[in-house]
């Protein structure tokens, strides 16, 4: 008898788990975000896009994917350093990664989170200023061979602001590109590393 309590009990609490993740929903996110660098007494700020799609598992767990696109990845002394020639020279990523978000108990519309990700940067070389469109032209063409996709981790947390279908998000990331090649030299040492502050907005379904 008590065997058979303790199964009908699991059972149980099984589908009232099942039945309250069922009541979560799925949602998409468009983002935008504003990256500070700061190494060596050096500071650097950029733009960044993307979106974000998310499911959840329990309740609490979410799993997420995300893309988007870094306007500058370059760290602040490389930056500086870059700023003092006459031409403009720049190192943008686009990337997708996926990963985990921990949310606290749906007992409001307000709930804070904690999540980390990994995935792939596609790093693009561009360099202008020269005085000439074509020769501008032809150099990025050369500069595609120097293109890199590394890989790309982050973490960080924020608020969700939920209303009926729609969700807005308030958060930051730490971002880190494990690079191994030229763009380690061209980081003077430094990491290829970023905090963004973001403000997103979406709707669930």
């Known amino acids: 008898m008590t065997r058979l309590t303790t199964a ?6 099984l589908a009232a788990g099942g039945h309250a993740s ?3 929903r799925s949602f998409v996110q468009g983002f935008g975000g504003l990256s500070l660098g700061s190494s060596f007494g050096f500071t650097n700020s950029s ?3 993307g979106g974000v799609a998310g499911t959840h598992l329990t309740p609490n767990l979410q799993i997420v994917g995300e893309a988007g696109r870094m306007s500058n990845v370059l760290p602040p002394v490389a930056d500086f350093l870059l700023d003092l020639t006459p031409v403009d020279y720049s ?29 792939f940067a596609r790093m693009s070389v561009q360099l202008n200023g020269f ?20 890989p ?24 880190r590109i494990f690079s191994t090649d030229w763009m380690s030299t061209l980081a003077l040492g430094d990491t290829l590393h970023s905090n963004e502050l973001r403000i997103g907005l979406g709707v669930r379904f």
Do not use: C, H, M
């Open 8 to 13: 009908f009990v699991l059972v149980a609490s």
């Open 22 to 24: 069922a009541q979560e």
């Open 47 to 49: 733009t960044d896009f």
């Open 91 to 119: 190192v943008s990523a686009w990337y997708a990664q996926g990963g985990v978000r921990f949310t606290t108990t749906k007992r409001s519309g307000i709930r804070p989170y904690a999540e980390t990700s990994a995935g």
């Open 131 to 150: 005085g000439s469109s074509s020769f501008d032209l032809l150099t990025n063409l050369g500069l595609q061979f120097l293109n890199r996709t590394d």
């Open 152 to 175: 790309i981790a982050s973490a960080g947390g924020g608020v969700t602001f939920e209303s009926g279908p729609l969700i807005a998000d308030v958060g930051y990331r730490y971002r």
